[in-house]
């Protein structure tokens, strides 16, 4: 296959997955502390310390909210297409950065096969069709690691191959933190002992790629530090919820038992290939040679794989999608190691595959007008065109897979079945997923209550930015005129309708200097209510 026609199957398979009905979903999860803090920056023109409801928030560095401002800035929009492209275009650059940069270690049919497995692996792109923190720090380090690879197999100058990936490293620390090292550590010792170069890794040049990571990070952190006031309220409040997962109070039981299975589900489909080529591993049918270097790459992208499955199976507050940074190394494991394995054995994973394949052709098929008809409403004619284009374009690549790339692996075919299927079944299934519209409709509600041209000002002091993520999507879908203070904020003069928890009414009322009350009601989303003070006109 040509590099053109690769590239071009890699970019419509990206867009098949990852943009169909991309900003229809209601806000979920914490996307929403992702926007806001963008929308503030850009509103204030404040870059270095983020900020909700006008009011510090440091649970995470700032980089997500820097592209999410610069994406919205672009765009000339704010909407929920424009946050969520930033994850998604990150996934396109780490499948391109593993095409490109690994085309001369692999060849050019594997890494473009690596590439279509990232882009396929289900958690991945639940998280790249959100704008979380995990697609864009699971990226960086992924090019990271790429670029380490390909740097280093070449055989390149120390200074390139300690140096440049730390770039990526770094950026990763102003997403969330160091804990990337917990994965980037093992690989290079897997590495670098399987090759028998454990002594590189004490080379000047190491070391002076720790201090470029370091002095990517280092400037917000004193920036931010200086315009806070205290690192408590900075980086060490970020530190703290770091540690936090490693609380032994917090343990969530049932959660914790069962995170071993969750996070083998979480690289589906590609465990089962996976678990294939470790049992040939374990039978001793693909030892690694220490003077081959790649050998020794897939060896260390093992041990960062089993490293780090081990370290979030016994963290207390580990949740499967910790380990999403290490995907991308796992992705190169399964991949490399499946065209290793001796031909009958492979045979006859082929043959299983083939069936498995074809049952994925039809639940990709059927489950659309499944889901359809479940959700028992009129489909709108837009999802009735996505289910179209799914199933023809489902049709035209099994077409394909059974003629023009007939030869090519099971996985090959599995990766662009999934990607053809992902056009008419993303978008009708997240219509099961979330909460539906329903913040959407309460802030309608509240704009309805609201008289012509008021300002409605909602009181997001620290118990509702801290315990009730899902009501700061009101901020969000509450339209102009609409702002937000917190605890520290002056409520402007031009405010009709004051909104908050009925617990912090005394502190809303302190807020009202010169302003008097014209009457009070509750509303109630999704079983918190809110306090609602409407306002005198001032004179």
Request: contains cysteine.
């Amino acid at each position: 296959m040509s590099s053109r026609i690769a590239f071009l199957l890699l970019c419509l398979s990206w867009a098949a997955i990852y943009l169909p009905a991309l900003g229809e979903a209601e806000l979920r999860g914490e996307e929403v502390r992702r926007i806001l803090p963008a929308q503030g920056m850009l509103e204030s023109n404040d870059w270095i310390v983020p900020r909700i409801a006008g009011e510090v928030y440091a649970n995470k560095p700032p980089l997500i909210n820097w592209a999410v401002a610069a994406m919205f800035t672009l765009t000339g929009s704010d909407s929920e297409f424009s946050a969520r492209l930033v994850s998604s275009l990150a996934m396109l650059a780490l499948a391109l950065a593993a095409w490109l940069l690994l085309r001369k270690s692999i060849g050019e049919d594997r890494s473009l096969l690596l590439a279509l497995v990232i882009l396929t692996t289900l958690t991945l792109i639940s998280k790249g069709r959100l704008i979380e923190i995990e697609a864009i720090f699971t990226a960086l380090f992924g090019i990271a690691c790429f670029l380490w690879i390909r740097l280093w197999t070449d055989g390149r100058s120390p200074w390139l191959i300690w140096t440049l990936p730390y770039l990526f490293l770094g950026l990763g620390c102003l997403v969330k933190g160091p804990v990337h090292l917990l994965f980037w550590v093992p690989f290079l010792i897997g590495t670098l002992r399987t090759a028998r170069k454990l002594r590189t890794l004490f080379h000047p040049a190491h070391l002076a790629g720790l201090l470029l990571m370091v002095l990517v990070v280092s400037p917000w952190v004193i920036l931010n530090i200086r315009a806070v006031g205290t690192g408590d309220a900075s980086v060490g409040n970020w530190a703290e919820e770091l540690a936090i997962r490693g609380d032994l109070s917090r343990m969530e039981w049932d959660r914790w038992l069962t995170n071993p299975f969750k996070i083998l589900g979480s690289f589906l489909p590609w465990t089962v290939p996976l678990f294939f080529v470790l049992s040939q591993r374990w039978k001793g049918q693909l030892p690694f040679e220490s003077d081959r270097r790649l050998d020794a790459v897939i060896a260390g992208g093992l041990i960062a794989t089993a490293t780090g499955y081990a370290l979030i199976c016994l963290l207390p507050g580990g949740v499967p999608r910790y380990l999403m940074p290490v995907f991308p190394l796992s992705a190169l494991v399964t991949v490399e190691l499946f065209f290793r394995i001796p031909e009958a054995a492979r045979l006859r994973y082929e043959r299983l595959a083939k069936g498995l394949n074809r049952a994925l052709f039809v639940l990709l098929l059927a489950a659309p007008s499944l889901m359809m008809g479940l959700r028992g409403e009129k489909p709108e004619g837009l999802r009735v065109a996505f289910v179209i284009a799914g199933f023809v374009t489902l049709v035209l690549v099994a077409l394909l897979c059974q003629t023009l790339w007939k030869s090519k692996s099971s996985l090959f075919h599995a990766s662009l079945l999934i990607a053809a299927g992902s056009i008419s079944l993303l978008p009708t299934i997240q219509d099961f997923q979330g909460e539906g519209d329903l913040f959407r409709k309460a802030a309608n509600e509240v704009e309805s209550i609201a008289p012509p041209g008021s300002r409605i000002v909602y009181y997001a002091d620290e118990v509702f930015r801290n315990r009730f993520t899902r009501q700061l999507r009101l901020l969000y879908y509450t339209r102009e005129p609409s702002s937000a203070i917190g605890e520290n904020g002056i409520l402007p003069k031009d405010a009709t309708l004051f909104i908050g928890l009925p617990e912090a009414e005394a502190a809303m009322r302190a807020k009202l200097v010169g302003r008097s009350v014209d009457g009070e009601t509750t509303m109630e989303v999704r079983r918190v209510p809110l306090l609602v003070l409407r306002l005198a006109p001032t004179t």
